[in-house]
């Protein structure tokens, strides 16, 4: 890590002694690391850091998800890792060390605040302050994907109500905490009613209990939109992984600089605070790089493990520096600013540490720890009745020129008498019966058996029922038992079911 030169005035008192373990990183890393920690150990001289190997070189020692197992113990033991941006190599079976951290720690809330420091950094969005509050362990990255025919591949959407009960009150417990006053929900529950539907469902239940937070709910591909044109209108918004992630990188986007976007993944346990940009290898060793994302992730960090007056000194100092006009090339953009490099803007921010910003409004973190302890993650409930009442059999058939209707009345000789065939569908779509000849149909078929008498679905009835599609020549791929709950469907209807 290099070394930074300043001057280091003394603050306050020390708070008390607190380790992080802190990894480097690739590229770039070193360098806003090495900058980084010279600022914190200047703002809060209680704080200690034990180094860890994350990346390239926990690569070539053989570790395939990019980190050793001292590693996690490390982070364990002290609860908070502040990261550098890692190279991850293409190929030979390696492993993104942040899915595999995520996933291994449980770090379920991705938070990525997205603010425009206008006029000091160029924006369109001057007034822009949103944080995105992103489901960081289920969705479509659980990583559960099948190719089931020649023609046909899926991945798997896992939606569960203890994961989305526990992301709804990280965000609205976020949000009351830091002042915040509006969250808005994105889904897209207009299409995936069970998945997204149960996300908002959620979202909807939890708002009821933070009546001083207003609450909407938007679907996601405008809600993107309006993200893009126009940010000022949110505040912190939760979303489910997959439009988390495309949707925070958007508003870091449209916020400004990425060199200055932080980020931070909690967990029950612990948490990760790193920048959002990567490791830059086309600026590494050069001392170009812009500190700003990592050390604006410190000051989340500091904030999480409740050194708030540590965070509130850098925080101010930070934004005292940019106003100063001490910039980094990529925030001096390609005007006739001055640019420094990444020393000498840690530098700066040192020298400033105790000022705080003239224009730019200034921070103050509260004493309190920012996240009151949470409730239980999950609403004790009675669980639903459960019945089964059919199965759904995805066959691979790649016969009498995909004719749905001959499937059709093989299907339905084969399913009598346990089971009456409620329709076939393709991609979704219904072909029979009474498809249209325009649907597009591929080798893969999703054949929806109903019980013939109510009552009778049982798993033996199923087994018997694919013994016989196999007997017959199918080739069933999958099956989806159909289940109500209370009553209700427990999947979706088919278009033109
Ligand atoms: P990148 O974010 O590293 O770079 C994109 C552009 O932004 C480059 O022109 C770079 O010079 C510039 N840039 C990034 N950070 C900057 C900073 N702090 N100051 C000034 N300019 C900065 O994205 P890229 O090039 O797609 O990825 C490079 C490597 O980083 C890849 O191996 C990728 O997998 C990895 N990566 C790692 C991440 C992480 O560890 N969290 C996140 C994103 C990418």
């Known amino acids: 890590m290099s070394a930074v030169h300043a001057h280091v005035p003394t603050l306050a008192p020390a708070p008390a002694p607190r380790t992080i373990a802190v990894a480097a990183g690739d590229g770039i890393g070193p360098e806003i690391m090495g900058a980084t920690l010279a600022v914190l150990s200047a703002a809060d001289p209680g704080l200690r850091f034990e180094p860890v190997t994350v990346g390239l070189e926990a690569y070539r020692n053989g570790a395939l998800s990019g980190f050793g197992p001292e590693v996690m113990a490390a982070i364990t033991r002290h609860g908070a890792l502040l990261k550098g941006p890692i190279t991850t190599p293409q190929g030979g079976g390696y492993k993104s060390v942040n899915v595999s951290l995520r996933k291994s720690l449980g770090l379920y809330a991705n938070l990525r605040p997205c603010v425009a420091y206008h006029p000091f950094i160029a924006t369109r969005h001057p007034a822009m302050d949103v944080v995105i509050v992103r489901e960081n362990e289920e969705d479509t990255y659980a990583g559960i994907e099948h190719r089931q025919s020649d023609e046909v591949y899926q991945c798997l959407k896992l939606i569960t109500r203890p994961g989305c009960e526990r992301i709804v009150r990280y965000a609205f417990e976020y949000a009351r905490s830091h002042g915040r006053r509006k969250l808005t929900c994105m889904t897209k529950d207009n299409i995936m009613k069970l998945t997204d539907g149960l996300f908002h469902r959620v979202f909807d239940e939890i708002a009821a209990e933070y009546p001083d937070l207003a609450a909407e709910h938007m679907i996601i591909d405008i809600g993107t939109a309006k993200m893009a044109v126009d940010p000022e209108r949110f505040d912190v918004v939760v979303a489910p992984n997959l439009y988390g992630d495309i949707l925070s990188d958007v508003a870091a986007e449209v916020a400004g600089s990425i060199g200055i976007a932080p980020s931070s993944n909690i967990g029950r346990d612990c948490a990760m605070f790193e920048a959002v940009h990567g490791s830059a290898p086309d600026i590494a060793g050069r001392d170009l790089a812009n500190p700003s994302g990592l050390l604006l992730s410190a000051v989340m960090m ?196």
């Not at 540590?310 to 925080?315: F, I, K, N, Q, R």
């Not at 993650?377 to 059919?390: D, I, N, Q, S």
């Not at 004719?403 to 779509?429: C, Q």
């Open 302 to 497: 500091l904030v999480h493990l409740g050194r708030t007056q540590a965070a509130t000194l850098v925080h101010n100092a930070w934004l005292r520096t940019i106003e100063d006009g001490v910039l980094t090339a990529d925030m001096a953009g390609s005007g006739a600013r001055p640019a420094v490099g990444t020393r000498a803007f840690a530098a700066a921010v040192i020298d400033r540490l105790g000022q705080a910003p003239r224009k730019l409004a200034a921070v103050d973190y509260p004493a309190q720890p920012a996240h009151a302890p949470l409730p239980a993650p999950t609403t004790p409930r009675t669980p639903a009745a459960k019945a089964l009442v059919g199965v759904d059999v995805f066959v691979n058939w790649d016969r009498d020129q995909r004719n749905p209707d001959v499937l059709g009345r093989h299907l339905e000789a084969m399913g009598a008498p346990e089971w009456r065939l409620s329709l076939v569908t393709n991609r979704g779509v219904k072909v029979y019966p009474h498809g249209q000849a325009q649907t597009l149909c591929t080798d893969h078929w999703r054949c929806r058996f109903l019980a013939a008498t109510p009552g009778s679905a049982s798993p033996q009835a199923i087994a018997a029922l694919l013994l016989r599609l196999h007997a017959g020549g199918l080739d069933a791929v999958k099956t989806e038992n159909l289940y109500t709950f209370d009553g209700q469907p427990g999947y979706s209807q088919a278009q033109g079911e």
